[in-house]
Nanobody, 131 residues
Framework: MSSCRRLGGGLVQTGGSLKLSCAAS????????IGWFRQTPGKEREGVSC????????YSADSVEGRFTISTEAAKNTVYLQMNSLKPEDTAVYYC????????????????????????WGKGTLVTVSS
């Protein structure tokens, strides 16, 4: 069974930084577009950062542009999300995910179609930013 093991998360003050990591087993990250999603209660899961499998181009949601950086380490089959200048509105459960193509925005399996559908989800990690 394939899975993603995530590390990181926790409580940080406004303006602080955190780095999330997600190590995959059972599949290779380089075969997929790898993204980070986040979710708060009552809202759709939101794609916030992604790196393409084709050309390693990165994509970010406007809300995190310039603050969050996604990177991968192929040898460790691991993806990272460096989060800087954190804001209370960044508080959420964060998930790593593998799909055929990058997706940024509100995500629902029944709406995105096969092109963007996530094949592997990591277990979520809670990030809490205190004001």
């Amino acid at each position: 069974m394939s899975s993603c093991r995530r590390l990181g998360g926790g409580l940080v003050q406004t303006g602080g930084s955190l780095k999330l990591s997600c190590a995959a087993s059972g599949f290779r990250f380089r075969d997929y577009a790898i993204g980070w999603f986040r979710q708060t209660p009552g809202k759709e899961r939101e794609g916030v950062s992604c790196i393409s499998r084709v050309d390693a181009r990165t994509y970010s949601a406007d809300s995190v542009e310039g603050r969050f950086t996604i990177s991968t380490e192929a040898a460790k089959n691991t993806v990272y999300l460096q989060m800087n200048s954190l804001k209370p509105e960044d508080t959420a459960v964060y998930y790593c995910a593998a799909s055929d193509h990058c997706f940024i925005g509100d995500y629902r399996d029944d709406r995105v179609g096969d092109y963007f559908r996530v094949h592997h989800w990591g277990k979520g990690t809670l990030v809490t930013v205190s004001s």
